[in-house]
């Protein structure tokens, strides 16, 4: 299973591959409907093609993580950690407005 998103509209964040952990993490939170692992594989890669980006924590997240970058939407944090590659980030996890970890 990878999910990998590539993105031209930031000057930091070119692409944004997810961890087997953020995988894992974006199923149990999001309680996708549609069983089979596409589903959920598709739905993350939305997710990570609608967020924005930056270097600032939600307000709701515990700002303890030591995190050079975000992927934010609405109510989904994805924590992501410089990968070797200039461009490329790791989604480490998933985080969900409203839950604890």
């Known amino acids: ?3 990998e998103v590539t993105r031209a509209d930031h000057p930091e964040v070119r692409e944004v591959v997810a961890s087997h952990h953020c995988l894992q993490r974006f199923r149990r939170r999001r309680r996708i409907a549609e069983p089979g692992v596409d589903a959920v594989l598709s739905a993350l890669a939305q997710a990570l093609q609608e967020a924005d980006f930056t270097r600032w924590p939600p307000p709701w997240v515990d700002s303890d993580r030591d995190t050079e970058m975000w992927a934010l939407t609405q109510d ?7 990968a070797p590659e200039p461009g490329r980030w790791v ?7 409203g839950m604890s970890r």
Do not use: G, K, N, Q
């Open 91 to 97: 989604a480490t996890t998933c985080l969900v407005r």
């Open 76 to 82: 989904l944090a994805f924590p992501l950690s410089a």
């Open 1 to 3: 299973m990878h999910v």
